[in-house]
């Protein structure tokens, strides 16, 4: 027999009935029924019931054994009663009653209990998660994120794509995030990077002929954490392809996607139709650029029915240039109760208030309540009611001023009313794709010009768009939204020379500059490159999805803290004496 099992902790059923076995795993609970002791022995492959009694030799043995000692068992496979059978687990016809034992690991006092579905502070999670990754949910979570990777890769073999792999070590790259700069010992005071993504590298390897690329990416961006992403690194099916337009690449990940969403997704729907919104128009109805299309509620602006009204408030807003109104309906939302709420939220999320008027019964018929209908009057609100297609029993709520004053709050206020009100749709995946990204933003204070997204996306309309306003040329940039979330960024990459000089220097980044940062791609974009553009995937966030997770740590093996500390391997640590030496570097000392 092997040394350590004949059987995994799944494998059990009717059919060994009397066998003799061998069982290893970790004890995940002993319960004592009157002197029959009996344990839950759990492996990576699910749980066998088995027990001891004092005709078992090895009675006293057991007697001993506590919660998570890893154990194997000797044993006779028997049938349960049939009113003790359990239906729930695979080996739930059968127990195996215990003729040896031998511990493999005894285990301390536990700073989490494994059995049971009890709450723990994420640092203690964190500093012992070889402990918590034994608890069923989350590593189902990890088990899910292994066989999507999976998935995702056959999938991209069988559409067509060939796997490459890209240096993990690199020169600094701007993605829209900080390096993790990693010093040079053989080259004192010059540093390599740890990429934020292949970008580069994969569009070099389209240059040198191969074609449609995909692999499953680290990528490291020295980043302040949030639920949905990690502080330092984390996972991409990265994609590029030559000779494509947007609709190309549309029409290669969307099979893939959806086909990864419907085999792991639970059941749950994945829409059919996937469709293409600017992003003006994502930012004027949902207030994002990654909306959730679940939620039915679409903002629309009503400025013409306040101005030179009798709410003063929005009246001399719209005699600024550059302001609006715009209203987020709310069907079902029509109490002062609610609508006081919302107010509230807004005021909670930093703005001064959210104007409101809800439609309720009169006693001639339908009526306009709040204080924004009493200031503007029954003409214009039975407008603004007609405009948005409301009725008796809903609500809406008004923001104003320049539309980046109040968008993103706005946007929020949507989730929030749509969730209250029971409006988004449950048990769904529902993607969109936005498209016509702004290629370059001006910072408020200086006014200076620089990119909003991919530095490397070709601008709708080539060499001839970058000769008027900058703020104007949109890029063959896209996003795919799911759920609220941004699961997909890429773009048709501008692989002209000319076109990328120009770019850049609307950026403020003149030729030398260019040469110094991107002197490989540069260089390689003098002999013959193709037409190419490609996307990646946050693996992460997509598994996050898949398993109805808010938190992006739920998904992760092994995952940094809010703080991007390995509280269980102890990094980042201080260098020692010798390895600065060695590196020719000195740490400066903390400021007081």
Same mark, same amino acid.
């Given at each position: 027999?092997?040394?350590?099992? /004949?059987?995994?902790?799944?494998?059990?059923?009717? /059919?060994?009935?009397?066998?003799?076995?061998?069982?290893?795993?970790?004890?995940?609970?002993?319960?004592?029924?009157?002197?029959?002791?009996?344990?839950?022995?759990?492996?990576?492959?699910?749980?066998?019931?088995?027990?001891?009694d004092p005709d078992s030799p090895v009675f006293s043995e057991v007697e001993k054994v506590r919660s998570e000692w890893c154990i194997r068992i000797d044993g006779t496979v028997k049938a349960r009663d049939p009113e003790l059978v359990n239906p729930k687990i695979p080996t739930g016809e059968v127990e195996v009653f215990i003729r040896d034992l031998e511990v493999l690991g005894r285990a301390e006092e536990l700073p989490l209990m494994v059995f049971g579905d009890q709450d723990y502070p994420e640092e203690t999670r964190l500093r012992y998660r070889f402990l918590d990754l034994r608890r069923e949910?989350?590593?189902?979570?990890?088990?899910?994120?292994?066989?999507?990777?999976?998935?995702?890769?056959?999938?991209?073999?069988?559409?067509?794509?060939?796997?490459?792999?890209?240096?993990?070590?690199?020169?600094? &790259?701007?993605?829209?995030?900080?390096?993790?700069?990693?010093?040079?010992?053989?080259?004192?005071?010059?540093?390599?990077?740890?990429?934020?993504?292949?970008?580069?590298?994969?569009?070099?390897?389209?240059?040198?002929?191969?074609?449609?690329?995909?692999?499953?990416?680290?990528?490291?961006?020295?980043?302040?954490?949030?639920?949905?992403? /990690?502080?330092?690194?984390?996972?991409?099916?990265?994609?590029?392809?030559?000779?494509?337009?947007?609709?190309?690449?549309?029409?290669?990940?969307?099979?893939?996607?959806?086909?990864?969403?419907?085999?792991?997704?639970?059941?749950?729907?994945?829409?059919?139709?996937?469709?293409?919104?600017?992003?003006?128009?994502?930012?004027?109805?949902?207030?994002?650029?990654?909306?959730?299309?679940?939620?039915?509620?679409?903002?629309?602006?009503? &400025?013409?029915?306040?101005?030179?009204?009798?709410?003063?408030?929005?009246?001399?807003?719209?005699?600024?240039?550059?302001?609006?109104?715009?209203?987020?309906?709310?069907?079902?939302?029509?109490?002062?109760?609610?609508?006081?709420?919302?107010?509230?939220?807004?005021?909670?999320?930093?703005?001064?208030?959210?104007?409101?008027?809800?439609?309720?019964?009169?006693?001639?018929?339908?009526?306009?309540?709040?204080?924004?209908?009493?200031?503007?009057?029954?003409?214009?609100?039975?407008?603004?009611?007609?405009?948005?297609?409301?009725?008796?029993?809903?609500?809406?709520?008004?923001?104003?001023?320049?539309?980046?004053?109040?968008?993103?709050?706005?946007?929020?206020?949507?989730?929030?009313?749509?969730?209250?009100?029971?409006?988004?749709?449950?048990?769904?995946?529902?993607?969109?794709?936005?498209?016509?990204?702004?290629?370059?933003?001006?910072?408020?204070?200086?006014?200076?010009?620089?990119?909003?997204?991919?530095?490397?996306?070709?601008?709708?309309?080539?060499?001839?768009?970058?000769?008027?306003?900058?703020?104007?040329?949109?890029?063959?940039?896209?996003?795919?939204?799911?759920?609220?979330?941004?699961?997909?960024?890429?773009?048709?990459?501008?692989?002209?020379?000319?076109?990328?000089?120009?770019?850049?220097?609307?950026?403020?980044?003149?030729?030398?500059?260019?040469?110094?940062?991107?002197?490989?791609?540069?260089?390689?974009?003098?002999?013959?490159?193709?037409?190419?553009?490609?996307?990646?995937?946050?693996?992460?966030?997509?598994?996050?999805?898949?398993?109805?997770?808010?938190?992006?740590?739920?998904?992760?093996?092994?995952?940094?803290?809010?703080?991007?500390?390995?509280?269980?391997?102890?990094?980042?640590?201080?260098?020692?004496?010798?390895?600065?030496?060695?590196?020719?570097?000195?740490?400066?000392?903390?400021?007081?």
């Open positions: 027999m092997h040394a350590f099992r /004949s059987h995994t902790c799944a494998d059990l059923n009717a /059919s060994h009935v009397g066998d003799t076995v061998r069982l290893s795993g970790w004890v995940h609970r002993v319960r004592d029924h009157g002197g029959v002791l009996f344990i839950d022995l759990r492996d990576h492959y699910g749980v066998t019931q088995v027990l001891a949910g989350l590593h189902e979570n990890i088990m899910l994120r292994s066989r999507v990777i999976r998935d995702l890769r056959d999938r991209m073999w069988d559409s067509g794509f060939t796997e490459f792999q890209t240096p993990v070590i690199t020169a600094s &790259s701007p993605e829209g995030a900080r390096d993790f700069l990693v010093p040079s010992r053989l080259h004192p005071g010059k540093f390599y990077a740890l990429p934020q993504a292949p970008q580069q590298f994969k569009q070099l390897i389209m240059v040198a002929g191969f074609d449609r690329y995909f692999q499953i990416a680290p990528c490291f961006r020295d980043e302040d954490p949030r639920a949905d992403r /990690s502080p330092t690194d984390f996972y991409q099916l990265d994609v590029e392809m030559s000779f494509v337009t947007q609709d190309d690449v549309f029409a290669a990940m969307e099979p893939v996607l959806k086909g990864a969403f419907e085999t792991f997704g639970g059941g749950r729907k994945v829409d059919d139709v996937w469709p293409r919104i600017p992003y003006a128009e994502a930012m004027l109805k949902y207030g994002t650029d990654k909306p959730d299309l679940r939620n039915p509620i679409e903002m629309q602006v009503v &400025s013409e029915h306040f101005r030179g009204s009798g709410f003063a408030i929005f009246a001399k807003l719209l005699e600024q240039e550059g302001t609006e109104i715009r209203a987020i309906p709310a069907p079902g939302g029509g109490s002062r109760k609610f609508c006081d709420r919302m107010n509230a939220y807004a005021q909670k999320e930093g703005l001064p208030g959210m104007g409101y008027i809800f439609w309720r019964e009169g006693d001639d018929g339908m009526e306009a309540a709040g204080p924004l209908a009493k200031n503007i009057g029954p003409e214009r609100t039975e407008a603004i009611r007609q405009q948005l297609g409301l009725d008796v029993g809903d609500a809406a709520f008004f923001l104003g001023g320049k539309p980046a004053s109040f968008e993103a709050v706005a946007g929020r206020a949507r989730t929030v009313i749509g969730e209250d009100l029971n409006l988004t749709e449950k048990d769904r995946f529902a993607f969109a794709w936005i498209v016509d990204f702004p290629m370059y933003e001006a910072d408020e204070e200086t006014g200076k010009i620089d990119f909003s997204h991919n530095p490397f996306s070709m601008p709708q309309g080539g060499l001839d768009a970058l000769d008027g306003n900058p703020l104007d040329v949109l890029g063959f940039q896209y996003d795919l939204a799911c759920n609220g979330y941004e699961l997909v960024s890429g773009a048709i990459r501008n692989h002209k020379l000319d076109v990328m000089y120009k770019a850049f220097g609307l950026a403020g980044y003149g030729p030398e500059e260019v040469e110094k940062r991107f002197g490989g791609m540069v260089n390689a974009f003098k002999y013959g490159a193709p037409p190419h553009g490609g996307c990646a995937l946050g693996i992460d966030r997509m598994v996050m999805l898949l398993a109805d997770e808010v938190n992006i740590r739920e998904v992760i093996m092994f995952p940094m803290n809010q703080r991007a500390e390995d509280l269980m391997m102890g990094a980042p640590s201080e260098p020692t004496a010798e390895q600065l030496m060695e590196l020719g570097l000195r740490v400066l000392p903390k400021e007081e």
